[in-house]
């Protein structure tokens, strides 16, 4: 037989194996895109895919064919994200605020392909994923500049939903106003209070007065709409070419560094075997008894795991009394942290741990 007529026949039969084999993985990735609508999860995992490459790469004896493999498995993931894309288009997002708000923007980095459902406030959006209308809220929980978000943290801490990722968004404040404004008109700025308290300094030194918005987009909306070149609004930049507005000056927060953490806040945890570079939170509240607190935070020392942070916060319902959240570097669902959780209900009240995750994500 020639040569090449015996080349053609194995190449007919390894496509027609790769073919049922490619019908096999594509219905293992319509699993893995409903496993992350329910969860609250991005189409792209960077660390899986590496891990995965890495992995499947080594069973490739032949050096000289090795590298041509990995570019194989590399569009074999691009297409399994092309196609996660079209079956998470209808996944729906809770957001608080408006088109250009920084949780619009945070939520459309985070999950390319989804429907964007804005709500007037927090509460309304966190529960918007407890009744089932939304499949995932994202959420601000802490800004390097202004501190924490109290009125998400209650909720976390309260309420039933999980945390699927954190997210750092990196904040620029930009003053913008109706096209020809020039800076010496303008007279009043509005924003949301965490944006005036991250550009207090700029406001200070022009002598504007000031005055508090739900969010950012909503304060540049109102601007757009009030057209009066005594009226500013301090936003992104998005949400200028949004309303159609007019940057009179970039980056007026105080800090050249200024980002803002989101998280997805979904109905179910998110379980992964693989728990390279994970990060848990945990929040509870101690008994009412010397050192309760200090014997939980030593427990969790002696499983290795390192804390991050602990923050404290009054419980509304109980005067002078306070719940704490912890990040700590590791992965709580582990049958260790399983262990931890166990060894700390004796000292806390209420415990809740909300979930592991990769981290840090940052938004580009």
């Known amino acids: 037989m020639d040569k090449l007529i015996k080349a053609r026949e194995i190449i007919n039969g390894v496509d027609k194996e790769i073919a049922s084999l490619f019908e096999k993985r594509m219905d293992a ?46 569009n074999a993931m691009k297409v399994s994200r092309q196609f996660q894309a079209k079956l998470m288009n209808g996944m729906r997002v809770a957001f608080s605020g408006v088109e250009g708000a920084f949780a619009f923007i945070a939520a459309g980095k985070i999950f390319e392909k989804c429907v964007r459902i804005p709500f007037p406030d927090f509460k309304t959006a966190y529960d918007s994923v407890v009744n089932g209308d939304c499949d995932c809220a994202v959420l601000p929980i802490e800004n390097s500049t202004a501190g924490e978000v109290g009125q998400v943290m209650d909720m ?96 007026i927060n105080e800090r050249n560094v200024n980002t803002t953490r989101f998280a997805v806040l979904t109905r179910a945890a998110v379980s992964e075997q693989d728990a390279a570079g994970k990060h848990s939170i945990l929040m509870f509240s101690v008994r009412n008894e010397a050192g309760a607190l200090a014997k939980a935070i030593n427990i969790i020392g002696q499983f290795g795991y390192n804390m991050r942070c602990l923050r404290s916060r009054p419980m509304k319902e109980l005067i002078w009394q306070y719940y704490f959240y912890m990040e700590v570097e590791g992965d709580l669902t582990s049958e260790k942290g399983e262990t931890l959780l166990k060894m700390l209900e004796p000292y806390c009240d209420k415990l809740r741990m909300l979930g592991s995750f990769r981290y840090p994500a940052v938004l580009a």
Do not use: W
Not at 164 to 174: Q, R
Not at 215 to 226: H, L
């Open 29 to 74: 990735v319509r699993m893995v895109s409903e496993y992350k609508i329910e969860h609250g999860l991005p189409i792209f995992d960077a660390a899986r895919e590496d891990a995965v490459i890495e992995r499947n790469a080594a069973y490739i004896e032949n050096e000289e064919i090795r590298s041509y493999y990995v570019d194989f498995l590399k």
């Open 156 to 251: 976390m801490f309260s309420g039933p939903l999980c945390v699927s990722g954190i997210y750092d968004l990196s904040v620029t404040h930009n003053l913008m106003a109706i096209p020809g404004t020039h800076l010496s008109d303008i007279e009043e700025v509005i924003s949301h209070p965490q944006a005036l308290s991250q550009c207090a300094t700029y406001i200070h030194d022009h002598g504007f007065r000031q005055t508090q918005f739900e969010n950012t987009a909503r304060a540049a909306k109102y601007v757009a709409e009030q057209k009066s070149p005594r009226l500013a609004a301090i936003a992104s930049v998005e949400t200028a070419e949004l309303y159609g507005l007019e940057i009179i000056e970039k980056g």
